[in-house]
């Protein structure tokens, strides 16, 4: 199992641009999550999907949409890039059973110029 | 709304020194209570959770934690530190909302440690 994955791994933007971080998880969870991460910040949600066809916002929203496109992938998009939104962004899976563990991707690391 | 403190940006200990890294959370009910662990440039793998029952916890890599519902905390411990375990620490709290888990995570404390 190869459990979160996301792509890609880097990515430069200027400002104004547009792009599409995607995420899979192989596990069946239900949940799925996208943070970000800033230095002395922690992680801060920007939107989740509780299950297939539903998503909600989070703490920090404005700037992204999201899409669950399929149980297995949830992706997150930035329509106009701001340098506001350089970070590094994790998604994350869970299933509302007694564990409730979230498992994490390796991150995606987004500079916009 | 819950809500995480972690007192502490940095810690710095000698390697095979105790342990001890600060939580405190803000919640109205019993609280689910976790432990992240991230090594740089990775993502957060669970140490530990706390949902019911003994209040001390065993988690992974030789930790435990013990959740005191008087002064609202879940401190992590470790016994004797390795050099392995300089990273990034979070403690979260979670609420289910509806159908989904919702965790707040705290700011992170970063653990350094010295030969």
């Known amino acids: 199992n190869a459990g979160v994955t996301q792509t890609p791994k880097f990515q430069v933007l200027k400002t104004g641009q547009s792009m599409t971080l995607q995420c899979a998880q192989d596990m069946n969870h239900n949940s799925m999550y996208w943070y970000r991460q800033d230095p002395g910040m922690g992680l801060r949600l920007i939107y989740y999907s509780a299950s297939e066809g539903t998503t909600d916002k989070g703490e920090v929203p404005n700037g992204y949409n999201v899409s669950r496109l399929n149980k297995r992938e949830f992706s997150l998009r930035l329509e106009s890039a701001a340098p506001s939104q350089t970070s590094v962004y994790f998604c994350a899976s869970s299933e509302l059973d007694s564990s409730y563990e979230q498992y994490f991707g390796p991150g995606t690391r987004l500079t916009v110029t | 709304a819950q809500s995480v403190t972690q007192p502490d940006i940095h810690i710095t200990v000698s390697e095979g020194a105790s342990l001890e890294l600060r939580c405190n959370y803000s919640y109205g009910a019993t609280p689910y209570l976790f432990w992240y662990v991230q090594s740089p440039g990775q993502g957060l793998q669970l140490l530990l959770k706390?949902?019911?029952?003994?209040?001390l916890v065993q988690g992974i890599k030789g930790f435990e934690a013990e959740f005191k519902r008087s002064q609202s905390s879940f401190n992590l411990r470790k016994p004797s530190v390795h050099w392995s375990d300089a990273a990034e620490y979070f403690c979260?709290?979670?609420?289910?909302?509806?159908?989904?888990?919702?965790?707040?995570f705290g700011r992170g404390t970063s653990l350094i440690v010295h030969p």
């Open positions: 979260a709290v979670g609420a289910q909302t509806g159908g989904s888990y919702i965790p707040t």
């Open positions: 706390y949902f019911s029952g003994d209040t």
